[in-house]
């Protein structure tokens, strides 16, 4: 996920993160201060990835933002050599890995950044990273600890 | 109730093709249409589109209409694209059963049709990246490859299954695309080549996966009454199942147990009233070498963990057990995502014709066609029986 010279949108991977363009933007204002967290359910008290604005378990539309953890474990991890999409094609090889966090029922999709592919194993504990892109967007990475 | 049989089929040469999408539609209708010489264009009431990306990647939206004008029909009664990314191409089959069925059809035109190939490989990577859901996995970085190495590595990891038993899988479907002139790769390999092929997203290298491929294919439907019009040896189509769970990564039941494959395969054999082990031929979706050694196990035709051993022992070969993937697979064919489901039922029917080159000629009473989609949150499985 480069920083692209220009924008155009229709091959633009990072989600636009905007009040007036997401409802979920809290979900990027929490990140912009380090914290990665998602929606719960009031009604239910259910959690889920991504973040809702409805629950798909009791149709409820109240949610609450809570905090996952900052840490975690690789659960599968693999390295990208060849084939990245636009943006990315400058970054590779670069770490993506299904990260299980530490104490939560709950997997996330992220790249690992400082770190190579063959200094890893299915294990290792890793860290949450705010990654900041130039125009002001940012999106979570972790790093190994 | 109707029963349902592919009467026609046709193909154009795959692999990097200097033609466009339309030309490529037009290629497989001329194929298709010699096959059956007794049909009148305006016989055909439908007509059922699969193509995943030619969104993106023709940069052309709404496809039934073209392609109905690129091959001279005018259907009076059903026309649509399917989309379902790989499985966009069994999709269109199925609809055109359930269309044929209900009695809302009775001839139809199905074509799968993908031109991948663009001068920007970036380009193309971000299409086919977007496939998976782009804001929380694509984003990532995650596309085709290295999700199907998170499911290697954990295969690898859970059931000892090694990098030379995937190298296998390639090694056979390329001999088998050694005799099929519509190959995008009709070319043996070694062990060795593919171990030493090219880094993609490890433990997969280049010959792990199939191409970016440009290609067509279309077969014609109709009922069962009106299938010996067009040929002495019907492909009725005895069972289907798809099944669904899933999108985000990790929000899928299980990384290396496809369940929504079981539950596909379970319909489709209920509803044809057979078990795996009577088939004779089998096509399964290798679009990575993983993919097909989870097939074996997840088909019920091995153990768990037992997928490696499968193939390695040469049970998916011809002579073995169920010889799959006889016209080369993906990895041996290219994958032209729209255009795969169709010429897997394409294999099967020219099998059951004797019309494909002895070396791979299986025959046979009773064959199986599996597609997936995305991260395998799609499965689409269809039992296919000979008539005649
Ligand atoms: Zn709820």
Not at chain 1, 105 to 123: N, Q, S, T
Not at chain 1, 125 to 130: A, E, I, S
Not at chain 2, 83 to 90: D, F, L, N, W
Not at chain 2, 240 to 253: D, F
């Amino acid at each position: 996920m480069g920083e692209p010279q220009e924008t155009h949108f229709a091959f633009d991977f990072v989600p636009l993160q905007s009040p007036d363009q997401t409802r979920i933007f809290p979900f990027y204002e929490n990140l912009k201060k380090g914290r990665l967290t998602t929606t719960r359910c009031k009604g239910c008290g259910a959690t889920h990835w991504q973040p809702r604005v409805v629950c798909p378990d009791c149709n409820g539309d109240e949610m609450d933002w809570v905090d996952l953890p900052a840490n975690g474990k690789l659960f599968a991890f693999t390295a990208v050599y060849a084939g990245a999409p636009l943006g990315m094609e400058r970054d590779v090889p670069f770490v993506v890995a299904v990260v299980e966090l530490d104490g939560a029922p709950m997997k996330v999709v992220a790249r690992i950044d400082d770190a190579k592919y063959e200094d890893l194993k299915i294990g290792d504990p890793v860290r949450l990273k705010v990654h900041e892109l130039a125009d002001g967007r940012v999106w979570f990475r972790f790093v190994p600890t | 109730m109707r029963k349902v049989a592919i009467v026609g089929t046709g193909l154009t040469k795959w692999g990097v093709r200097g033609a466009t999408y339309k030309e490529l539609v037009q290629e497989a209708g001329k194929d298709l249409f010699d096959d059956v010489p007794n049909l009148d264009k305006p016989e055909v009431d439908s007509l059922f589109v699969g193509s995943a990306l030619v969104d993106r990647l023709a940069f052309q939206a709404y496809p039934a209409p073209i392609v109905a004008e690129q091959l001279g029909l005018k259907p009076s009664r059903m026309a649509m694209r399917t989309e379902m990314a790989c499985v966009s191409g069994q999709s269109a089959i199925r609809v055109a059963y359930a269309s044929i069925v209900s009695g809302l059809s009775d001839v139809a035109v199905v074509v799968g049709a993908e031109k991948m190939n663009l001068p920007s490989m970036a380009e193309v990577q971000s299409s086919m990246a977007c496939v998976l859901d782009r804001e929380w996995d694509g984003v990532n970085g995650l596309n085709a490859p290295p999700y199907f190495a998170l499911v290697a590595q954990r295969h690898m990891h859970e059931y000892g299954t090694t990098e030379e038993q995937m190298a296998e899988v390639s090694v056979k479907n390329h001999d088998h695309a050694a005799t099929n002139p519509y190959a995008h790769f009709p070319k043996r390999v070694t062990k060795e080549k593919v171990l030493g092929s090219t880094r993609i997203a490890p433990p997969l290298k280049l010959l792990d996966c199939s191409g970016i491929t440009d290609g067509a294919a279309a077969v014609l439907m109709t009922h069962g009454d009106a299938a010996k019009r067009f040929t002495d040896t019907p492909v009725f189509i005895e069972g289907l199942g798809q099944a669904q769970s899933g999108s985000l990564v990790v929000n899928l039941e299980s990384l290396t147990t496809w369940l929504p494959l079981k539950r596909a395969a379970a319909d489709a054999f209920k509803m044809a009233g057979v078990t795996v082990h009577d088939m004779d031929l089998a096509e399964t979706h290798d679009c990575f070498t993983i993919s097909e050694i989870m097939e074996y196990e997840d088909l019920g035709l091995c153990g768990k963990g037992e997928g490696g051993t499968y193939v390695t022992e040469g049970q998916s070969r011809i002579g073995g057990e169920l010889p799959t993937n006889l016209r080369g697979g993906l990895l041996g064919c290219g994958h032209p995502l729209g255009a795969t489901g169709v010429a897997q039922a394409i294999e099967v029917t020219r099998q059951f014709r004797a019309q494909v080159p002895q070396e791979r000629y299986v025959g046979g009473d009773w064959g199986l066609c599996h597609n997936l989609s995305g991260n395998a949150n799609n499965h689409a499985v269809m039992v296919l029986h000979r008539g005649g």
